[in-house]
């Protein structure tokens, strides 16, 4: 899944849980409300999963860089 996909889900899931949850509470659906309480966390932690991946890789990226710039200074 690409890094725009995946946040788009993870958007998606946190409003909709969000919707299940407050609706749960309205109507004394406590299961509902449950279940829009646990879309609206797998939301959030996808989205936070997704920037931790991407802060990974411009670490990754950056370390490259520094290792073939002082390897280029070599020759």
């Known amino acids: ?3 725009a996909k995946g946040k788009i889900e993870a958007t998606k899931d946190k409003l909709v849980g969000g919707v299940k949850e407050k609706v ?6 406590e299961k ?6 646990i879309q609206h966390k797998k939301g959030e932690l996808e989205e936070k999963t997704i920037d931790m ?4 890789g411009e670490i990754t ?3 490259a860089e520094n290792i073939n710039d002082t390897l ?4």
Not at 32 to 37: D, I, N
């Open 61 to 63: 990226d950056d370390i």
């Open 53 to 56: 991946v991407d802060k990974v």
């Open 24 to 29: 749960g509470k309205v109507t004394g659906n």
């Open 1 to 3: 899944m690409s890094n």
């Open 32 to 37: 509902l409300e449950l279940k829009g309480k």
């Open 72 to 75: 280029d200074k070599d020759k």
